[in-house]
Structure formats: structure tokens, C-alpha cells
């Protein structure tokens, strides 16, 4: 059961909404059917009726994880949400800053985790003394994704998947199962790229915005609040270089954790190992890229 403290939804409500005679949500194999135990707030609602309106089916092996999704969807937007209304400030990798009780900061502008610090401690930290950070969008999505992940599996778990954190731009711990493509069709909770490929040479970091996906269709992008994208569009507009005739734009690409690896993470935690593979650390000191730019860095 999802813990919110939202109003609950009517389930026959909810039922007669999605119109479940063309479900195109399936658990093993079977067309999904509501449980009626199950307590889903509004933003749960939302991301089920989106995923009833999308041209693909959605799989699953169980409802939990369903559910883990719905739940870890939720929390990214929450924690969307909760960095819009903190004092963390956007900059560069250059002038990047943080709480040194719990990070290292490190030439190239990225926060490695105190071997003293329990990691749960060092995300929540980020949101607790916002005042003390400053970062670019990307590093934001990796930041948003890891304390949804804590308010979703709980202090022990993500204490023992994510041992050796780094804050860098997109990179981000294999746990995460973080995938890139491109699609129309979006769920609330993804994370779209604005690029604006017009931008002005002096002010690199305007060059695109990571955002989150918002249940009501806005956009939250570090550096740029919470905004339609119109609105985005517009303020990227404004910073492109002088007698530029193309336009922001909204790309197709789509930026979303593995829930389903995730979720089988999540629930092995005890058997985790000391140490575990992980991706190469690719510093490039350009700001605002997407992940699929970050991927390209990475070949």
C-alpha cells in the first residue's frame, strides 16, 4: 500500500475514469484490475490514467512493482517540488558549492560523500541547508532522483545501495539503472530535455534545461522553477545568441530511473555487496547537458 497524505481516490471513481476495458497496464500477462485495498492520491491517479491514454503496454511482474513505481514516480515529483522552494542556487561547475560537514567538493565541481556520512544523511542534508549549495541542472536530476529513491525505500536501504555517492553532473550510481530514449508519449515524473540550440556562446549553461515532468503538465528545471514549458521555451529564448532565427524547443527525449531494476535492488539490499561496479566518472565542465549528451562523453 502507498503511504500519502493526500485524500484517498474513490475506487469505482477511479475504475469508471480509466476505462479498463482497454487496459494497457498488464500484470503478468493479465489486464490490471484496481485493488481495492489500494490508497492512491491524485498524483497516483494522474500517472495511471497516463499510462491508460499511452499507444504501449505497461508490464509488470506484480502490483508491488507497480505500485514501487507509482510510489518512486510520486516522490520525484514531490522532490521536484521541495528543490523548486529551496534556496539552492544554480551556477557552474566552477563556482559549485556545498555543506562540507557532508561533501567533498572536488576540482571539477563535484560533491563526493564524506567516508564518515551515512549517504541518506548527505541527500537529506541538500534539502534541509539549501542555502549552502549550488550546482547545475543536470547534477539536480541525479539529486531529485536520489532523495525520491530514500523517501521511498527508507534510510537502511538506501544507506546500504548507495554507498559511494558522487554528484556530478549525470553521473550516478549503476543502482539507479538510470535509461534514455526517445518517445511522445510522457508520464508525470520523467524528465525531459528543452534544448535551445541557438545559444549564446558567453552563457553556455543556457544551452538547455533538464526538467521534471510535472502531474499537471509543468515543467520544474533547477535554475528556472516551476514553468510551462511555453514559459520555458521563452525564457530560453531570451538568452540565445544576438539575430538567432531558431527557437528552444522541447526535444522527444525521455529521461527515467530503471523502476523495475530498482525495485529487484531494493529488495536484495541485504545481500548487497562492499563493493560493486560502477560507471567511469567522465568530467566534461559543460553545464546543462542531457543525459543522452553525458552518455556521449562517456563512449
Known sequence: MIKNNENTIDMNELKSDLGMGDCMIQISGIPFQLNENWQLGSIEKTIIQEMQNAPIFYSYYSEYELLFELQ???????????????QAEFTTF???????????????????????????DAILDIFRNSSLYAFECATAIPIIYYHAILNSIGRNSFNSLFRNLYLYSWHTDTDL?????YSNHLL????????????????????????????????????FNIRTSEEMIELLNET?????????????????????????????????RAYKMQRPIVHHSKSSISYAHYLYYSI
Not at 518512486?72 to 529551496?86: D, G, L, P, T, Y
Not at 538567432?244 to 530511473?257: E, F, G, N
Open 72 to 86: 518512486v514516480r510520486k516522490n520525484i515529483i514531490q522532490s521536484a517540488k521541495e528543490m523548486n522552494k529551496s
Open 94 to 120: 566552477a563556482h559549485a558549492r556545498c555543506n562540507p560537514k557532508y561533501w567533498q567538493l572536488t576540482r571539477a565541481g563535484g560533491f563526493l560523500l564524506r567516508p564518515d556520512v551515512r549517504p541518506a
Open 177 to 181: 539503472g538510470i535509461i534514455t530514449f
Open 188 to 223: 508525470p515524473g520523467d524528465v525531459v530535455y528543452v534544448n535551445n540550440p541557438d545559444f549564446d556562446k558567453k552563457t553556455p549553461w543556457f544551452r538547455g534545461v533538464n526538467a521534471v515532468l510535472l502531474e499537471d503538465g509543468r515543467l520544474f528545471g533547477h535554475g
Open 240 to 272: 540565445r545568441k544576438p539575430d538567432s532565427q531558431q527557437s528552444a524547443y522541447v526535444t522527444k527525449l525521455v529521461t527515467r530511473p530503471s523502476f523495475k531494476y530498482l525495485f529487484r535492488a531494493a529488495g536484495s539490499y541485504r545481500n548487497a
